[in-house]
């Protein structure tokens, strides 16, 4: 007979503790622990990856159902592979302490250090994902539509601490993988310089920076495009927010713990590499994330590119002042405000010169969490005149004013 079948009431205590202390309800039991297969990139540069997580996960669910000494087979084969998984050493150590009958709490002897508290909400964070039996299969509500030059798209889920990966197919997102994140210390919703906090947004990532980082970020750095036009004209300060590993003593961070960068284990950065490598892959970082089934269509969506369309044929008409009213009244393009930009289109289009104007390579995200309802549209723009024939990358941002679409940034990609 086992150690602990023959202390049931320290057994009994033990999972209670750690039950509790996670405050999640199990509702199948760990043999059942089974993530859906994945097709990234190469399926076998994350296996490694799923089978730490699944494990740590297992173990957790093993305790909750009682079954301690199959919890303790499970971390040890954790932390064969990924020694420096804090959480697993902490869990592993209560069962030990257990067995030599000192257990006080989940995290003893420091139940509510901030370290015991950042593993805690770890736990939590990666259970949860478990529960969620539905996010493989769904949509989030921000990606409207991809153009072909964004293979990925990458959303991270600030309140569930996920990064999810999809890649583009013919347009529509496909659903990749998913892995656990650390944001900021402070939460997210950035402001200024030093808040701590990750922004809010959609960004773009850049190629890996080559220069020699200190090792709290691991393996890589990927930075991204904050701040973005829309934070610029927001008054929102700081820089420096990265994609990057994790110190090399250290597989993974509490879910809250960067000075504002999103954090991911080095194992983790390593399978989204040949992604990553790319440049230019857009992030969305949301919170109150929203999802769709994959045969959902948001509202917004239509009316926003029948907008856009609207907007293309009065510049093509030179039409100027049905031109204009495509313009957001607090529309910048970064030097002119909506005066000026009125001013200088008016006595640009005095003549009526015939244009051709297409539109091609369309991109369309929603911006999360903004005040008022705005999207980021991305596209080729093919200009034609008789004293001018050009192609450009064009961004713009819209927002809804007065319940109609309306540009509120206009600028090159």
Not at 364 to 388: G, H, I, K, W
């Amino acid at each position: 007979m086992n150690f602990f079948n023959q202390h049931p009431k320290l057994k009994f205590k033990v999972y209670t503790a750690i039950s509790l202390a996670l405050a999640v309800a199990i509702p199948w039991s760990a043999t059942a622990l089974i993530r859906p297969e994945i097709n990234l990139l190469s399926k076998t540069s994350i296996m490694a990856s799923t089978k730490t997580e699944d494990l740590i996960v297992k173990s957790l669910m093993e305790i909750s159902s009682g079954e301690v000494d199959s919890a303790l087979i499970t971390l040890d084969e954790v932390l064969a592979t990924t020694p420096n998984f804090k959480l697993a050493q902490l869990v592993k150590g209560d069962l030990l302490m257990a067995r030599a009958q000192q257990f006080q709490d989940f995290g003893s002897p420091n139940p509510n250090s901030d370290d015991v508290t950042g593993y805690r909400d770890e736990a939590r964070k990666r259970i949860e994902r478990y529960l969620d039996k539905d996010s493989d299969r769904l949509i989030p509500e921000p990606i409207w539509q991809l153009d072909r030059s964004q293979p990925y798209i990458f959303v991270v889920d600030a309140d569930k601490s996920r990064l999810f990966v999809y890649r583009n197919e013919n347009g529509i997102p496909q659903y990749n993988a998913d892995f656990y994140v650390t944001i900021g210390k402070n939460g997210s919703e950035k402001k200024y310089a030093g808040d701590k906090r990750t922004p809010l947004g959609v960004y773009l990532t850049s190629p890996k920076l080559t220069q020699k980082l200190a090792d709290t970020y691991g393996d890589a750095a990927y930075p991204l495009s904050y701040p973005n036009e829309i934070d610029r004209r927001e008054g929102k300060t700081g820089s420096g927010i990265w994609l990057h590993g994790t110190p090399h003593d250290t597989y993974s961070r509490a879910p809250q713990a960067s000075d504002g960068c999103l954090v991911i284990s080095n194992q983790d950065l390593s399978s989204l590499a040949p992604i990553l490598q790319q440049g230019n892959i857009p992030v969305i970082v949301s919170k109150g994330l929203e999802w769709l089934k994959p045969n959902q269509t948001s509202k917004d969506k239509q009316i926003l590119l029948d907008s856009i369309e609207t907007w293309r044929k009065d510049w093509e008409s030179q039409e100027t002042e049905d031109y204009l009213r495509h313009y957001a009244s607090a529309f910048s393009n970064g030097s002119l405000d909506l005066n000026h930009w009125s001013e200088e289109k008016r006595r640009i289009q005095a003549s009526k010169p015939n244009v051709d104007i297409k539109i091609s390579n369309l991109s369309l995200l929603r911006y999360p969490n903004s005040e008022l309802p705005m999207a980021v549209v991305t596209f080729d723009q093919s200009f034609r005149s008789n004293l001018l024939d050009s192609k450009m990358r064009k961004r713009q941002y819209w927002i809804q004013e007065n319940q109609q679409w309306k540009i509120i940034y206009e600028g090159a990609a």
